[in-house]
Structures are given as C-alpha cells and as structure tokens.
C-alpha cells in the first residue's frame, strides 16, 4: 500500500520553527521527487518546495525561499521541510506528494501530476 504520511505541523508564534516530515512506504523512493503543498482556508493550493531524490535539486516558492529548507534522508524515505522564521501567512494545511523522477512537473506548475499524494498536517502560526 503506497502512503505518504506528513507530519510535525502545530501551533507556533510568529517568527517561530517547525519541521516537517514526509514518510513515503509503498513505492520506490529513489525513483520519485517528493513536493510540499499548502492550502489556507479560502485559497489556492500553492507549491511551497521540491526535492527529487535524483539529483537533489531542489526548488522553492518565492513567498519560503531563504526560511523554509526541504531535505531527503533517503535511508529512511523520509523528505524533510524546516521552516524557520515563520509568519501568520504561513497558516495552511501543508501536504506532500510524489511525482515520477523529478520535480520538473512541479517547478512547471503541473501540480496535477503528482502520482501520489499524503494527508496534510496543519500548520498555524499566531500573531
């Protein structure tokens, strides 16, 4: 059974940390780009960050870069998203999914290609 379980979310203050994880089980790893999603109540999905397992390349929305760091422990299939200095604009649920090789559905806004997705796990961060 394929699963991505996401995980690690809570209640932070504003300029605050949390980490995320995403543990894949079901599939082959290796072979998959996992990505970080979030959704606030009343907005679009938006792409927060990818990694492909590849290459290690990874990408980031404009609104995270230079806060959020995603990482790969691939002996655990396990994908990591640190996300420091938070704001209350960062409230969402955040979810992770995996796409076939690499993140170049994701970084070319295909994010309907995904072939597995995860619940999400929420993430609020107070004023």
């Known amino acids: 059974e394929v699963q991505l379980q996401a995980s690690g979310g809570g209640l932070v203050q504003a300029g605050g940390s949390l980490r995320l994880s995403c543990a894949a089980s079901g599939f082959t790893f290796d072979n998959y780009a996992i990505a970080w999603f979030r959704q606030a109540p009343g907005k679009e999905r938006e792409g927060v960050s990818c990694?492909?397992?590849?290459?290690?390349?990874?990408y980031y929305a404009s609104s995270v870069k230079g806060r959020f760091t995603i990482s790969s422990d691939n002996a655990k299939n396990t994908v990591y998203l640190q996300m420091n200095s938070l704001k209350p604009e960062d409230t969402a649920v955040y979810y992770c999914?995996?796409?076939?090789?690499?993140?170049?559905?994701?970084?070319?806004?295909?994010?309907?290609?995904?072939?597995?997705w995860g619940q999400g796990t929420q993430v609020t961060v107070s004023s």
């Open positions: 990694i492909s397992s590849s290459d290690d390349s990874t």
């Open positions: 999914a995996a796409f076939f090789l690499d993140c170049s559905y994701y970084s070319g806004g295909h994010y309907d290609s995904y072939d597995y």
